[in-house]
């Protein structure tokens, strides 16, 4: 079988390439047609363990797209004919040069890479399952290249996409989240310690046709010296792990030991305005702050923190969806222990699944500061929203140091969706649950009474002498009320002149 990785792109075939890649994608290859045809709330629901379902129940009309789902990701085998009848009878030689597919002596076909669908992107990788059968080797090879997993697809859906003029992505793998950047960034550089990396990110990028992408094989900021970029990424390995099997997965036994350099590196290699974003797994201890351990990461350096939770996985969970040896009662319970041992040695009580965005602190914000919030994974783009409690976070700190000027009003920044518990006897009392609708990361936020209260008379601009006549509080009460429901992004501040 031919690896892909040792292939070398021959120059005349990128054009065949890129038909036979506009073909996949004009059947419908996409995540929102593969989602509803396997019939699944999300791309990252997919599940190895579910493919005879897949097979039997979402497959069984050997369309176009069946024929393309099976092959490319769900690793099947096709006969020559359905091979034609996806490609409409055109020979598709150049995927053969290329490696990403092979043809037996039997007549099978398999792909040797899978085709990752992501936004309007088209990714090729390593597989997401090489245990299977296919392709043929029992152990995962340790330069194993990171398929298109739930984390590439979280960090690429809160990423901002506003024009920078440079990006970087570290760890970059199959070159993900630099394809992404290319199309809002004048210059992005892809860097990663795996040579199989790099070939994977230069053949994705060629054949997407962006030629603003240059990668480069290193040690994390070591190929990029004295350079700094406005737009940083990072999908680092970040397991803590007791062993060193995969170079895509593991970060030590902290899982700190490539994050931790990132987060280090950014005051150097961050330019001014500029954002880092990162999604990574941090292991938590009790009483202590991840913005702490952030904090310290950075030396001193005057950024600000946001950290979103998306996932929190107790230290036995983890260490039991980690542990080697399915098919072996006993070499896997070892494999527990070993990583259980593990967690708590480093006092990892859970692991976190988080979304780390990072900037420069604004002079006019006062000190520097984190902010930690609990959040739904995102199901599509959620580019803006990260920006926003930035932006929510900074003018709130503006008006604890300032107040608000004269010339300002409020209004409720859309539609609020509340939910009120009622408590019967006993004494207790409950607050008012509320969340901003339409938006892809969903965060829950608590109100008081007059919070809520002032939320319910916002749906139009008021001012704050006009709110104070409205409400029958003291004015320190309602001024403090409003800077909370701007910190938590439910409440906007616009001039006059603002409709």
């Keep these: 079988m031919t690896d892909f990785a040792t292939c070398k792109l021959i120059e005349a075939d990128i054009p065949a390439l890129r038909s036979a890649l506009a073909h996949i994608a004009g059947v419908g290859y996409s995540e929102t047609c593969i989602r509803e045809r396997l019939g699944l709330t999300d791309i990252t629901d997919l599940r190895w363990r579910a493919l005879p379902i897949y097979r039997v129940e979402h497959l069984h009309v050997r369309d176009a797209l069946s024929l393309a789902i099976e092959l490319f990701l769900l690793q099947g085998v096709l006969p020559v004919f359905e091979l034609n009848q996806l490609f409409l009878g055109t020979h598709p030689a150049a995927l053969l040069r290329a490696g990403v597919i092979s043809i037996d002596d039997e007549g099978d076909v398999r792909a040797t890479v899978s085709l990752f669908p992501l936004g309007e992107c088209l990714i090729f990788s390593d597989h997401a399952w090489p245990k299977l059968p296919h392709p043929g080797y029992t152990s995962i090879p340790h330069d194993q290249v990171m398929f298109v997993g739930e984390d590439s697809r979280w960090l690429a859906r809160s990423t901002t996409r506003r024009p920078v003029k440079s990006a970087l992505d570290l760890c970059t793998g199959s070159g993900v989240h630099a394809l992404l950047a290319a199309s809002h960034s004048e210059r992005v550089v892809a860097v990663d310690i795996n040579p199989r990396a790099a070939q994977y990110t230069r053949f994705n990028a060629q054949l997407s046709g962006s030629d603003n992408i240059e990668v480069r094989v290193g040690n994390l900021y070591e190929p990029v010296r004295e350079e700094k970029f406005d737009l940083i990424t990072a999908n680092p390995p970040f397991v803590p792990s007791p062993v060193n099997d995969l170079l895509f997965r593991d970060g030590g036994q902290s899982g700190e030991d490539v994050q931790q350099r990132i987060i ?236």
């Design 264 to 499: 280090e590196g950014l005051p150097e290699y961050l330019a001014s305005g500029g954002m880092a974003q990162i999604v990574t797994e941090i292991g938590e201890r009790d009483n202590e702050l991840i913005s702490d351990r952030l904090r310290s990461w950075l030396g001193g350096a005057s950024m600000d923190i946001v950290i979103l939770r998306l996932r929190t996985h107790s230290a036995a969970n983890y260490a039991m969806g980690h542990a080697e040896g399915d098919y072996d009662f006993g070499t896997y319970l070892d494999s527990v222990h070993d990583w259980a041992e593990n967690l708590k040695t480093q006092g990892y009580t859970r692991v976190v699944s988080v979304l780390l965005a990072l900037q420069w602190s604004h002079p006019l914000c006062g000190e520097p500061w984190a902010r930690c919030e609990g959040a739904q994974a995102p199901l599509k783009s959620a580019n803006t929203e990260i920006e926003s409690i930035f932006n929510a976070e900074c003018t709130a700190r503006k008006i604890q140091l300032n107040g608000i000027p004269d010339s300002f009003r409020i209004r409720r920044a859309g539609a609020v969706g509340l939910m009120d518990a009622q408590v019967l006897g006993g004494g207790l009392s409950a607050n008012t649950q509320a969340q901003l609708l339409g938006r892809s990361l969903q965060i829950i936020q608590w109100l008081g009474p007059i919070e809520r209260e002032i939320l319910q008379i916002t749906e139009k601009p008021l001012s704050i002498s006009e709110l104070l006549t409205c409400l029958e509080v003291h004015k320190e009460a309602v001024l403090s009320a409003v800077c909370l429901l701007i910190h938590k992004g439910l409440l906007n501040l616009i001039d006059n002149f603002t409709d």
